[in-house]
């Protein structure tokens, strides 16, 4: 027997707010694997700032160059999933070892074959750019990588300009690992990296749980450090039109850097 809805449906009229009077919105494409971005994405961005709207990519173990060459046929999809027909303020693909083995060009012109006019930032682009913001010219790279993942690394930061005076790297093949890595054990690998010679440290990987402890790495050294993830929002953050991260978040001397002319920074 067919029920009666005993209880009359009543439609209400909406009323939205028109487009432009929300928050900004920015989109950021992570790895499938990547257990850390969210969290740092959540402490560098306030909610009463900016929303960020996250899609993942496939992405297979171990990070190898040929794996993560292969997420390259997969990342128009992800932008295409990021809040359709929305205006997005800007975009970040969050891979640092990707979007050097692709090329940041490659990366940057998948997503506008879908998202055209929305400005691109990966780590390695941010972090090039906070690097030269803070006057580095020398500087030190620790990953969590295998050895043949981090040396085209190497290459990308000198052919940005930046001499690597010294490099390490843990040797690891999964980024889950990678996002396990202990506190101290990250604080003292990076310390151990410094020398007379070096003007900063970057600290390669999204999935790195590098946020925590730049500080304390900073206080070692007495030199800025620059971490993926930091790098990243930092550059989101200016080209959504947004100030640099206050100090009192804990992130290091990026921290008080103004965002500059982008073009001039890739």
Same mark, same amino acid.
């Given at each position: 027997m067919k029920m009666m809805?005993?209880? *009359?449906?009543?439609?209400?009229?909406?009323?939205?707010?028109? /487009? #432009?009077? $929300? @928050?900004?919105? %920015?989109?950021?494409?992570?790895?499938?694997?990547?257990?850390t971005?969210?969290?740092?994405?959540?402490?560098?961005?306030?909610?009463?700032?900016?929303?960020?709207?996250?899609?993942?990519?496939?992405?297979?173990?171990?990070?190898?160059?040929?794996?993560?060459?292969?997420?390259? *046929?997969?990342?128009?999809?992800?932008?295409?999933?990021?809040? /359709? #027909?929305? $205006? @997005?303020?800007? %975009?970040?693909?969050a891979c640092t070892s990707a979007s050097v083995t692709l090329r940041n060009d490659v990366v940057m012109t998948a997503i506008a074959s879908v998202r055209p006019g929305v400005p691109v930032?990966?780590?390695?682009?941010?972090?090039?750019?906070?690097?030269?913001?803070?006057?580095a010219c020398r500087m030190a790279l620790l990953t969590p990588y295998l050895a043949e993942t981090t040396a085209p690394m190497v290459d990308y930061f000198e052919a940005g300009g930046l001499a690597v005076e010294r490099c390490?790297?843990?040797g690891l093949a999964d980024d889950r690992d990678m996002a396990r890595l202990d506190r101290d054990t990250l604080i003292e690998a990076a310390v151990s990296?410094?020398?007379?010679?070096?003007?900063?440290?970057?600290?390669?990987?999204?999935?790195?749980?590098?946020l925590d402890v730049i500080e304390a790495i900073e206080a070692r050294i007495g030199k800025p450090v620059v971490s993926s993830n930091l790098a990243t929002f930092w550059a989101l953050r200016g080209l959504a039109g947004l100030p640099p991260p206050v100090p009192a978040l804990g992130v290091g001397r990026l921290?008080?850097?103004p965002f500059p002319d982008w073009s001039q920074s890739t």
């Open positions: 809805n005993r209880v *009359p449906i009543e439609t209400v009229r909406p009323r939205c707010n028109p /487009p #432009g009077l $929300d @928050l900004p919105r %920015l989109g950021l494409i992570a790895l499938a694997t990547d257990m971005i969210e969290q740092n994405a959540a402490r560098l961005i306030g909610w009463d700032e900016a929303v960020v709207h996250v899609s993942r990519v496939r992405f297979v173990n171990p990070t190898t160059p040929d794996n993560l060459r292969a997420i390259g *046929p997969d990342i128009a999809a992800a932008a295409e999933l990021l809040v /359709p #027909g929305v $205006d @997005l303020a800007a %975009l970040a693909f930032v990966t780590p390695s682009s941010a972090g090039l750019a906070a690097l030269r913001a803070l006057g390490a790297c843990f990296l410094d020398s007379p010679s070096i003007d900063a440290l970057f600290l390669s990987c999204t999935a790195l749980p590098a921290s008080t850097c």
